[in-house]
Structure formats: C-alpha cells, structure tokens
C-alpha cells in the first residue's frame, strides 16, 4: 500500500511536472518533509527544481518580522514584566514553573486570536458573561449569573484578590507583548497572530506559485484562518490525511476535526465525495499484547523484531516503526533491540532529568549543601550524596577498585563526615570534592567539562549527548544571570536549575532515511510504515496526560475556544487510528501490572478497537504460569556442607576459627532458621549507615560513653576505688564521655568538631539521661572496686558429640557416671587420660565468647552489669524459662552466660552477681538484680550455674547435632522485623 507521502508526491509530480519548483508544500511538522522530499526523488526521471517544503511552524517564522526567543529567555522577560506590574518581590526561581504555564496560555491567547482583555476582565459582570458564555443554555446561565451576583455582594479579601490578578493579568500580557516586540523577539504564538491579522498586507514574496496545505487535523484558530485566506485568495489546496472509518462515524472522536471543517464551505471540497476505507481492509493484521512492566514491553518487542528480520532477512528496516507513547521507554528499547538491526533513526526527544548526568548533578547539589565545616575550616562533606557520588555509573567506572575500597572504608567506619584526606586522588573526585562557594556555575561547568572528557575518551557517545546538553543548559542559565546580573545561591539555583532540566529534552541526530524508525507519538504524523509497534498503549500514556496546566479553568477555556481535555482526547484518537491505516502488521502493547495506584487499565482505544472496528483482532497476555500452593516450611538439612560451616565453632583439634555469642545462641531460641543464615552460611545483614543515632546505635553509644567514663577517670586517678566524691567528679565529665562516644559511633577524629543535629540532639540527652541515672545508683553503692569495661572473655566448653552416647537405660549411664567420677577424683592422672580419650571418641569441645559490659568488685563480691537500653525484664520463673523458646528471659540468659564465662577464668568460689541495668532500673526504681520467682533475688550466679550450664550443653548438644535441622521458629510475630523474613516469605 502506498504511503500518504508517495500519494502526494505521485499527484504533484503528475500535475506539475517541471515547474515543480513553483509549488510550495507545507507539513504540520519538518519531519514529514524529510520523507517526502524522498518520495519525490523517486517519482522523478530527470533533473528538476525541488519544491519548496516547509513546515507550518517555519513557514510563519519567515513571513513574520520577529524572531523566536529562547525559552528561558522569554519566561526571565515575563518574570520582569510580572514583578513590575504586579509589585512582588518573589524570586526567578518561585516564578519560572509557573511562568511558564502563563507564557503558555499566552500562547494559546494568540493561535485561537482570543480577546485578552475579555478573558482576563472581571468575571463578576453579568453582561460579559452572557457573552463569553453564549454556548449554555439560558437556565445554565441563570444559575452562573445568581452565582456571580452573590459574589458581588459580599466580597471576601480571597474574591478581590481573585478579580485582582485576573484584571492584572491582561496587563501583564499587553506590556509583555510590547517589550518583546521593541526588541524584535517573539513567542511562537505572537508571530501566528501576526501573520493571521495582516494577512492581506504580507507580501508573501516567497510564494510565487500553487500552495500545498497536507496532512493537518488539529487546527489553531489562527492556522484554520491562514490556510482559509490562501485557499480563497491564492488557489491553495489542502490535502487531508483520513480515513472513513473515523471521518464518516460521528461516535468516532477521532473525526470531531474534520467533521467540523468540512461543513466549513471553505474547505468542503477537499475532502471530495468519497474517502479512503483502509483501517477496514481485509489484509491487516492486528495483535494486542499485553506485557507485565513497562520494560517487559521491551524485551518482547526486541524478540518479535529479531524474529521478523530472521524470518525476512530483505525487509527494508525504514517500513518498521516502534512507537513510544512513554519516552522513558526509550532506552530499554534500544537496549533490546536484536543483533538484526543494523541502523537505527531515533525520532523523539528524551527527557533530560532521566539522563544519568542529571542525577549526577543533583547528587553533587545535594554534597553541595550538607557541607559543613570544622573548628579549624576544614570542609566536612556528608556520607549520603558522597556515597550516591561514588556509585554513580557516570563516577564508578572510572576507578572501579578505588571506588569500592573507599565505600567499604566509609560503611565499615561509619564515617558520616568525610574529609579531603578520606578521598582517592582522582581528578573527577577532586573537582567534585570542593565547596563551589559563589562560583557554582564554574564549578558545575568544570565537572561537566571533565565528565566531557571522559565519556569522549571511552567512547560513549550517548553519555557524550547528555552531558554536551547539560553543559549547554548550564551556559544558557549563565549567560542569562550575567545579562541581567544577577547572582544566585545555592537553594535558588538548585530549585530553578532542576525546573529548566524538567522542561529539556535531548534531541537525537541521525539519518532519519536509514535504519529502524524509534519515534514518539505526535512523531507519527504524516508518516505510513508496514509494520509498526506501539508500546504503553495503556489509559495513563495513550491519550497522554501531560501538557494541560493552565490558569485559565476548563469552562473559560472552552468559552473562548481555547484547547481543552476534549480536543486534547480527539487529538490523540486521530493519531492513534491514522497508525492503523496503512500497516499490513500492528502490534499493540500494553502494561497488565500498574502500581498502588493503578496504571495497568489499556488505553480507551483500545478497546474501541476490540468492540467497534470489526476487525479479526487476536489479543494475548503475556505471563508466567503460576500455581500457587500453600506455604511449605523452609527446612536445612545438616548435610556434609553444612555441618563442615558448622564445626567452624568447634576446638578439637585445632582452635576454633569462630566462637559462639549469647546473641547467637538467643537467635538460635528464637529461629534456629535465623541462626543458620547468619552464623552458617554467613548471610549477615548489611549494616545501613545513618547520620542519626537509632533504636539499635543507641545502646552502642551508651556502653562505649560509660566504658570512657570510668577508664578515663581512673587512668588519671591511678586507682580503681570508686566512691561517691569520685561519682560526683564523674558527673561533670558525662557530656564529654557522651561526645567522645558519638565520635566513635560515626569515626570523627578528635580533631574534628562533631555536629549534632536533627535527631542526634535528642539521642545525646537520652545517652546522658542514662549516664545521669546510672551514677546515681553507683552513688549509693560506692565505695566499690572498678574492674573493668567492655571485657572479653572465652571458654572451650565440652559436650557429649551427637550420635556417641552410650544405648544403656539411664539409671545405669548415671550410676557409670557416678562411679567414672568418683575414680576422677581419687586419681587425677586417669582422669586426665580419660578426659583426653573422651575429647578424642566421645566429646566435641565449643568456642564460647562474650563481651560483659561492666565488672565492678564491692566486699569480695563481684558485680557482672549488663547495660540495656529496651524493656527487658529482671524475673525469671526458672532456669528452663530460660532456654524456652516462647518466654525466654534474654537478659536472664545474657547474665548467666557472662557469669559462666568469668567463673572459668576466674576463682570459681567468687560470689558473682549477675545485674541488669535497664530502663525500669534507671528510671523506675526497681532492683538491679535478677529475680527468681522461686527462690528470690539472685545473689551469687554460682548457685545457678550448674543447672544452667547443664541447659545450655543440651542446647549446643542439639545444634551440632546433624539429625536435627534448622527451620523456621512457629511464632511468625518473631517474623515481623527479621531481616530473612523476605527468604521465608513470611514478610
């Protein structure tokens, strides 16, 4: 099938032969004079002059005496004007979003030939409002005119304001016209207006013979009024671009323009007495499709291209097309596209904010103003942008080593302030790592340039594109500032600057004759392919959604004429059916998966075209089948691997590489699951850095600010007796031991100044508030001995090896057992060879270690003190109670533990006393012993000790035994904050 451009082409070469050369063809856009000074190429059998095409836009540049301004430059000159009529001191950067949706509606003022100062006069007068609104009928009208009467009456300060900056606004726009016009700048609409109000005093000396309106639908009022004058007055002709499947249907909006403009006298016989039916033609073949995720689109569509090329290696790739009615598809699109393709032409713009260097940008914005400074002005710069920074695939791969070894450094030391010294010598690093101070546009451009340089080094030509724009957007912003002069901090210009990068799009360079055509969809007009695919055919990008901010309100826009979600709808319908008139092969793809908030609904049009066309239309939904079953526990069998990890924590033969804590042994209790992950198969949860003290930093902060007070005050004391004159000394040193814990907590060296702020400020207090408390209770047990903070402690603890037991009755075992022990006590050589033997056949010896918090010493008695920041609790109802996986008590557990592990390096008849400073404790009142609900206050640990220890050998005894697996804990509420909670699908 013939395209519309051949058509047209084959008509003008026919009907003008060698005076081509006097015709003027002009096309709703430039594209489609590209394709058809082709086609007329190819109709041609000698040499002849070329025809003059122009596009609609280019056509009303060159017959008006302005020229168009740069955008910014136009909102910057409204900005002014604005400031000046209206008297307000709001900055360039609160005005430009909103700038430019006046300077857009001003557009529209001029290509509908809207009479400003009606549609911005005083909306309470009746006699204006019988004429603006002269489409409703008369009861609509009644109602509108009681409404605006009650307005009248009782005016509020908002409705004066209101009829304020309506009647302000007109002269806005008239002495924003006149400036432009004294330096003959224009906006595009300006010169439509123009041309349209002088078109008999334009000499149009460029049009010296017949005139070729093709391929319009959607007309301005000034272009309707244009084209009318040269169809009257020059013999002009219009060449519609339709199909009767729309035009004929008046259900079908996407004919509502035509329609309308053939009942116009002045074009009816244009559209002549019958039309083209090709949407109906019986050799289409259209496919729905519908896709999970917009990029799954992409994948598909690369598949189902390479295949077509496979299959029909000849076929020319410019009859293909993809549509992109999301332009953010763009890339993994290209992404996709198979080894066949062998050209390509990209025939949109992508949107600038999506470009990697932009996110660069805002990231070294964002470094830009967390920058702080030390006592001594050295420049401090936060972790959060820094690390963004150094991921960047714009950054990283460049040193990709260095990069890494410095992330890792800042994320194990949880250094939340970096300094020049904690950086790698890189030039792109030492550009960025600076304060820009007032020099932020040298600074940005210096880092453009470098990123310039790079890209163009390593070839990557796309990256090059980007960042040439990004430079150019910059020069335009600096170019503005200094010929106004004026000068911009950071806040400003970051919030201006990002508003300019929204409204860029990158244009893509090519041959647009050669290769695949990858196009938007206002692109698609005028153009024919024969195969075309078109991707994000769903409700919230076909009919697109943006572009309709405006001021003026619905019923005023459509008053006067102006565009409106109606026309906007039938637009979009026009170029969505016009697709599907000349393709033998449509396929149409859509999203099944959307968000919280929707998003997978297909588009209205398409199913327009499954209920209305008629057409044999097969529709597909892509997807994997799934059954879903019900939930199956998560069992890990102790197989050779795993029991090979395991023996990591045993000390038979050689020391144990790895010990067990009493947090890894309290996991296990509470999901044996959670224990293999993290302490077999070393699936540690990633420690996220943060500059505010959490929940679970706090009580790092804590112990490490009492283990400084006291080890600080005694180093300088020269002995450890504590008594209470020496806790009052200790009292005025809580806000430097709290400080100095900080700058352990985020690795700030003491010759740096650490910065509290937001919620750090909170933390400190609370970190004192503890300190304060917990002084005051060693107040009233001072005098005593200070042994020691923060002290590490390990044991080798034996238990029966799983799988060696004797299979004697257990009355008999305990009467052997008796016996073995009363020989060990009368012969102590025996019992040494038995214990070796046994280590050897019958015994595996476990790592222990742990860390107690603090250890002081009062009569001969030694306290083992267990900070805790939570709400845990002193009783206990047993020692089971303990080792119960539903109510174990953790720090019952936690202190008994501790005990165990000092009594095996220690005297073993020393009276421990297990204490647990807690939040009850400090602030409530209650003791800081351990209560048994039986037998009462815990006052030595010893008397425990040995039912304890015999509880937990049973519990190592079950965890390296190989019959007994690891799985899932049967109270899910333990489930709820677990970082494996997405492996067991219990999230």
Not at 147 to 157: E, I, M, R
């Amino acid at each position: 099938m013939k395209t519309f451009l051949q058509e047209i082409a084959e008509q003008l070469v026919k009907d003008h032969g060698n005076k081509l050369g006097d015709v003027t063809v002009i096309f709703p856009n430039r594209r489609a004079g590209l394709f058809f000074r082709e086609y007329i190429k190819q109709q041609l059998t000698g040499p002849v002059w070329s025809p003059r095409i122009l596009s609609f836009q280019d056509f009303i540049a060159q017959q008006s005496p302005s020229q168009i301004a740069d955008k910014l430059f136009l909102v910057y000159r409204l900005f002014e004007v604005y400031a000046q009529v209206m008297k307000t001191t709001e900055g360039f950067d609160r005005f430009y979003y909103w700038g430019q949706m006046l300077l857009k509606d001003f557009d529209d003022l001029d290509k509908y030939l809207v009479n400003a100062e009606n549609l911005y006069s005083n909306l309470s007068r009746q006699k204006q409002l019988d004429l603006t609104f002269d489409f409703l009928l008369p009861e609509q009208k009644e109602v509108i005119q009681r409404f605006w009467q009650g307005f009248d009456q009782s005016k509020s300060a908002q409705k004066e304001r209101f009829e304020f900056v309506w009647d302000r606004l007109f002269k806005v726009y008239t002495q924003f016209q006149r400036s432009l016009k004294n330096d003959g700048l224009a906006y595009e609409g300006m010169q439509y207006r123009f041309v349209a109000e002088n078109l008999d005093k334009i000499p149009f000396k460029d049009i010296t013979g017949p005139v070729i309106f093709a391929g319009f639908n959607a007309l301005t009022l000034t272009e309707e009024k244009i084209i009318s004058w040269f169809i009257t007055n020059k013999q002009a002709r219009i060449i519609w671009d339709l199909d009767e499947y729309y035009l004929s249907d008046s259900h079908q909006e996407a004919g509502n323009f035509l329609r309308e403009y053939r009942a116009k006298q002045v074009f009816t016989s244009s559209f002549g007495k019958e039309y083209p039916s090709m949407i109906r033609s019986g050799d289409k073949e259209v496919n729905i499709v519908g896709v999970p995720q917009h990029v799954g689109q992409a994948k598909v569509v690369g598949q189902m291209l390479g295949q077509l090329l496979r299959e029909k290696p000849d076929l020319d790739l410019r009859k293909i097309a993809v549509v992109l009615a999301d332009e953010t598809l763009l890339f993994p699109v290209l992404h996709s596209l198979p080894d066949e393709v062998t050209a390509i032409n990209v025939t949109m713009g992508f949107p600038l904010a999506y470009a990697p260097v932009n996110s660069l940008i805002e990231h070294i914005l964002d470094l830009q103003r967390t920058i702080r400074k030390d006592p001594e002005e050295h420049i401090l710069f936060n972790f959060k942008p820094a690390l963004a920074i150094f991921r960047h695939p714009l950054i990283m791969p460049h040193n990709p080593t260095g990069m890494q070894r410095l992330i890792e450094d800042i994320e194990r030391n949880n250094k939340v302030f970096l300094t020049t010294s904690d950086l790698i010598d890189e030039q792109i690093i030492r550009l960025i790592f600076q304060q820009a101070a007032d020099d932020l546009i040298r600074y940005l451009s210096d880092i453009l340039l470098a990123l310039h340089q790079l890209s163009a080094s390593e070839e990557v030509s796309v990256e090059v594109e980007y960042i040439h724009h990004y430079y150019q957007i910059l020069n335009r912003y600096a170019a503005l500032l200094s010929a106004v002069d004026q000068k911009t901090d950071l806040k400003s210009f970051s919030q201006l600057f990002k508003q300019l990068v929204r409204t860029e799009r990158l244009p893509f360079t090519g041959e647009p004759l050669r290769g695949l055509q990858i196009m938007g969809v206002l692109e698609t007009r005028n153009l024919d392919f024969e195969h075309v695919f078109v991707l994000s055919m769903n409700e919230d990008f076909f009919p697109s959604q943006g572009g309709k901010h405006s001021f003026i309100p619905y019923n005023l826009r459509k008053a006067y004429g102006l565009p409106n979600y109606d026309q906007q709808d039938a637009i979009y319908a026009y170029l969505f059916y016009r697709l599907l008139q000349r393709p033998k092969h449509i396929e149409l793809f859509y999203n099944t998966e959307g968000n919280d908030l929707g998003g997978e609904e297909m588009s209205r049009y398409l199913q327009q075209l499954i209920h209305e066309s008629g057409l044999p239309i097969k529709t597909h939904v892509l997807s994997n089948y799934a059954e879903v079953d019900d939930k199956i526990d998560i069992v890990i069998k102790k197989d050779a691997l795993v029991m090979q990890s395991l023996h990591r924590y045993v000390k038979n033969d050689t020391p144990a590489t790895k010990r067990l804590s009493p947090s890894a042994l309290s996991t296990y209790l509470d999901c044996s699951l959670k224990f293999y992950l993290r302490y077999v198969a070393d699936l540690y949860e990633k420690d996220d850095m943060d500059e505010d003290v959490d929940a679970r930093s706090l009580g790092n902060v804590l112990h490490y600010a009492m283990e400084v007070l006291y080890e600080d005050y005694i180093n300088e004391k020269g002995q450890a007796t504590i008594d209470k004159d020496d806790v009052k000394k200790l009292r005025k040193r809580i806000e430097v031991a709290a400080v100095k814990a900080f700058r352990k907590q985020f690795a700030v060296s003491d010759d740096r100044k650490f910065y509290f702020e937001g919620k750090n400020i909170i933390a400190k207090e609370i970190v004192k508030d503890f300190i304060k408390s917990i002084l005051d209770l060693d107040e009233q047990y001072a005098p005593f001995d200070f042994v020691g903070a923060e002290k590490k402690y390990e044991l080798d603890l034996p238990i029966p090896a799983p799988g060696t037991q004797s299979s004697e009755p257990k009355t008999q075992n305990s009467e052997l057992r008796t016996e073995n022990s009363e020989l060990r006590t009368e012969n102590s050589e025996l019992r040494t060879q038995n214990s070796e033997l046994r280590t050897q056949n019958s015994e595996l010896i476990i790592g222990l270690r742990g860390t107690i918090d603090r250890l002081d010493k009062k009569d001969g008695r030694v306290r083992l003190i267990d900070y805790k920041t939570g709400q845990d609790k002193h009783l206990f109802e047993n020692m089971e109670e303990l080792f119960d996986r539903k109510k174990k008590n953790k720090a019952a557990f936690q202190t008994f533990y501790y005990a165990l592990l000092y009594q095996y390096e220690k005297q073993p008849d020393e009276v421990m006393i297990p204490a647990v400073f807690n939040k009850d404790t400090l602030f409530m009142g209650e003791d800081v012993l351990l209560q048994h609900r039986g037998t009462g206050k815990v006052e030595n640990a010893a008397l425990y000790l040995n039912k304890y220890t015999t509880l937990l050998k049973e519990l190592l005894s079950e965890i390296f035994n190989p019959q007994v697996p690891f799985g899932q804990t049967d109270d899910e509420s333990k489930c709820r904050f677990c970082a494996y909670a997405g492996i067991c699908d219990r999230s």
